[in-house]
């Protein structure tokens, strides 16, 4: 069974920083993509980031503010920098990969509130 549990979402001024957390417990045989999307009240879920084989993608909103790592395929990070109130939503970490015996999947986490407002 694969759980991805996500952390760090906050109410942080405008301006401010932000580390999101995800944890990624359950064994893949190898990862495809390990990424972090966001979804607004009364929107679509979005890409935020992703890491893939050939390195990171960024939506063009966050590109120089967001940067996205991993520690392996155990955790998957989103440092957030110079927030604005436009980067309020529910985040939500994502992986894709494939397990032993369920193979090919994609999961996803809880979800983390982040509120920018002064």
């Not at 590109?63 to 309020?88: C, H």
């Amino acid at each position: 069974q694969v759980r991805l549990v996500e952390s760090g979402g906050a109410l942080v001024q405008p301006g401010g920083s932000l580390r999101l957390s995800c944890e990624v417990r359950g064994t893949f045989l190898s990862m495809k993509t390990m990424g972090w999307y966001r979804q607004a009240p009364g929107k679509q879920r979005d890409l935020v980031a992703v890491i893939t084989g050939d390195g990171t993608n960024y939506a063009d909103s966050v590109k120089g503010r967001f940067t996205i790592s991993n520690d392996n395929a155990n955790w998957v990070y989103l440092q957030m920098n110079s927030l604005t109130p436009e980067d309020t939503a529910t985040y939500y970490c994502n992986v894709a990969g494939t397990r032993a015996i369920s193979g090919f999947g994609s999961w996803w986490g809880q979800g983390t509130q982040v509120t920018v407002a002064s």
